[in-house]
């Protein structure tokens, strides 16, 4: 027991001394912006209040937080620390929020205001900024956020569990990991978004909306449709979301318009379908997708023996 108790210390004093060197580190980093950027920025007023919120948010309040946690962990009041410092969390989820807002309305500013762009570059030709750009310290905090995730995980596992400190260190594990569940969601949703609007301009005209709350995309891919009667198959591209699936055809090459597009063929909703895989009807490796509607059946095929798997799970994870 006593050695066990001697190797927990030692790795508990490892992490809190990484932990501690990281921190002063990251301080760093916040502190160029904030004393390059923000305050300068304030003084000159370069940019409108609004703006200037919107391109850091609660930056201010972020390195406030992090210089009394880096001061406890200095004093090795470890348990307090990370106890006061998790009551600030909520800012990181804050800032994850207003992210793809701080970073659209920063391209606009360098883009239109002449005297922020010349003051932008003057500041990251700073030897302090070794090369690096705004746009490469704005995604810091969330990258730290990440990090304090493992630390505070590993100071927990090398805590024994009859103290005092391990419940607050068990704590601040718990809202290390909802803040970082909630950034996560933050970032599936925009990525979601984005691919909802690639494949909406993808498809030729607005007749399928693709763009629609609560849709999620899942994955896409070229299989062959077998028809019902003997006619040859037909290539076709599928997208998957968590609600439909979309089968088109390109466009013809010669079009002025379209010739990069794909035409909407049919919009098959998964609320009433079923998925089963068909054996013995392929000649090589690879496999058959039976897709059950009300109305229609609907035979896929695959030469590719992992794709066809991959879609059977796909499709039945929708479907469910």
Known sequence: VEDQRARWERKRSRTAKELLETEHKYLEQLDLVLTYFVTILKAKGTLKPAV????????????SASHVLSLHL????????????????????????????????????????KSFRRFKKLQETRPQF????LEDLLPLPLQRLHQYKHFFR?????????TAEYHKLAKAVKSV????????????????????LRVQKLLKGQKTRVLTPGR????????????SKGEELKR???????????????????????????????VYPLHQCSVDKVFGHT??????LSLSFPHKTLLLMSSNQQEINDWYRSLTAAVR
């Open 52 to 63: 200037l919120e919107t391109i850091f948010g609660p930056l201010e309040s972020l390195y």
């Open 74 to 113: 200095e004093k090795g009041n470890l348990g307090p620390g990370l106890e006061n410092f998790c009551q600030s969390l909520d800012l990181y989820g804050h800032y994850a929020e207003n992210l793809e807002q701080a970073n659209k309305t920063l391209k606009e500013q360098v883009r239109k205001n």
């Open 130 to 133: 070794q090369g690096r750009e």
């Open 154 to 162: 590993d100071l927990l596992e090398n805590t024994s569990p009859d």
């Open 177 to 196: 990991c909802e803040v970082s569940h909630w950034v996560q969601e933050i970032f599936d949703k925009r990525e979601n978004s984005l691919q909802l």
């Open 216 to 227: 999620w995309y899942i994955r896409e891919g070229w299989l062959l449709v077998v028809p």
């Open 236 to 266: 076709r591209m599928f997208f998957l979301f968590s609600d439909i699936l979309i089968a088109a055809k390109p466009c013809h090459p010669l079009h002025l318009l379209n010739s990069n597009k794909l035409s909407c063929q049919a």
């Open 283 to 288: 000649w090589s490796q690879g496999g058959l």
